[in-house]
């Protein structure tokens, strides 16, 4: 069936995917003189700061593979710059990311990886980029575009009689459209009501993160006021941390486990004697691993920013386009955080796809809902399964204990070293390969 036809879009999830993609739609569509549909975003949270309280930074990332930087531009350069502004300020530009090895390791990086010359990285605290989105749509009358808080979305299918997809709130409500985008996040309603078989994998890692504001004539930890740190232990637990402002900054500690945990998983949540039982558990889990400058950071933490992971992923499915139906971000391949990259992947997903609807609709294609969307599974969702195995190396690494660890540290000694110095390492590379094949012909002349 024709799938030419776009006049209505609901997007369920108001997150960064769902949020990316509604501002797509208005801003990339009218400079290809092409007229935007009408745009209902349902969010389930009740008012756009009620995770104000999840504090932790992320990583958007500047370079072409997979980082968000090119799509926030693509969308708005004036938006981009904005969100730019409020940036968590790090000193050194240059460098991405620090590690370390062993005991006490976040007190001393062993290792700078530097970012390539004119990337443009940056990390910022999810809720500030989040509300920075909801309040460019605010822009927008809501006839074009509406946002609807406390709205929970549990049921959508096509209805192949009237084109339509069908979507089901849980209050009653329904409405139908000719595009759905589904955006809500890891443990998505949609896909669990769509793709039943499609279920999460747990990957054996925990993660105990917090914020820790710092007092009046305190210093943050030294060596994040430069970049991200992120530790290995070589006893099972690995750390990373960064800061958020001047003020104050995340750390999450990250152990091995064959059982998912239970929730609560916010100190939102968290009556007072588990958020004390949480705190607990984290300076048991780091004594002997971690300096007792961190172990104070943990005892002072702001408890209402707790945050317990399991550690959750999936393979992207195929979404499914004859139903004009498409998944983006974690909905559609949900990641670890310690790939650094479901946020990147997200906004990512909604500017290449609108990319595919622009070019299809220039070519008047009678099919280009469907076409975008499975040119979109074919072409661009590839980049998330290999952010998915190198989340899978990164945790590895993170809990590595005994040889693995050892082997570990020497790996990452080499792969930094060839990010920091490409050319010395190529040269060194192709002369190292040279001589193994200058032995092997000296060997095999010998035999003939
Ligand atoms: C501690 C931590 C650190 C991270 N660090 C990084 C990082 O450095 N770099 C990076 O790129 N990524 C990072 N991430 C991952 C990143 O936050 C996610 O991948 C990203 O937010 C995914 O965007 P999304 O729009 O797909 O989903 P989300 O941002 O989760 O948004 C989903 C939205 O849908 C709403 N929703 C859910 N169900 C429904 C429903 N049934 N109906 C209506 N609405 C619904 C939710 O309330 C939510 O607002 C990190 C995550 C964590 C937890």
Redesign the pocket.
Known sequence: MSSAKLEHVII?????????TALSFHYLFPRHNLTAPRITI????PTESS?IN?G??????GDRV?G?VQALKTINQDLYNDIRSMAAPEGDKNVAMQFSFGVNCDLNPALKLNTSAGEDSF?IA?FKL?NRLVEELKHFDESKIKLEWD????KADYNKEKNKVNVE??DGRTNECDLLIV????????RRYMCSEEKLNFQKCI?L?CVTTIDDGESLPSPIKTSPLVGITGKGIGIFM?TIDEKSF?W?VIYPSNEERPPPYKGSVMTKDEQEEFVNEVLTRTNGCLSNEFRSFVRKCDRERI?I?NSHDKFPHKNPSKKHIIF?????H??N?T?????????M?AVEFFQLLIKHHEKQDNYLITRSIDEFDRDHVQRSTVAIKISHRNMASAVATGFKFQLNKIIMRIVAFAINNPLLFKSLLIGFVSVIIMILILYVRKFF
Not at 42 to 45: H, L, M, S
Not at 183 to 190: F, K, L, T
Not at 339 to 347: C, D, E, L, R, V
């Open positions: 369920v999830g108001g997150g960064l995917g769902g949020l990316a349902y969010e389930r949270e995770r999840e932790y930074t992320m990583a958007i990332r997979g968000a990390r999810r989040r709205s929970h979305v549990i709130l849980k955006a809500d996040g890891a443990h998505s309603s949609v993660s993160s960064a995340f999450g945050l992971l983006i971000g974690d909905a559609l949900p990641m955080p790939s650094g990259n479901g946020a990147n992947m997200a906004i997903d």
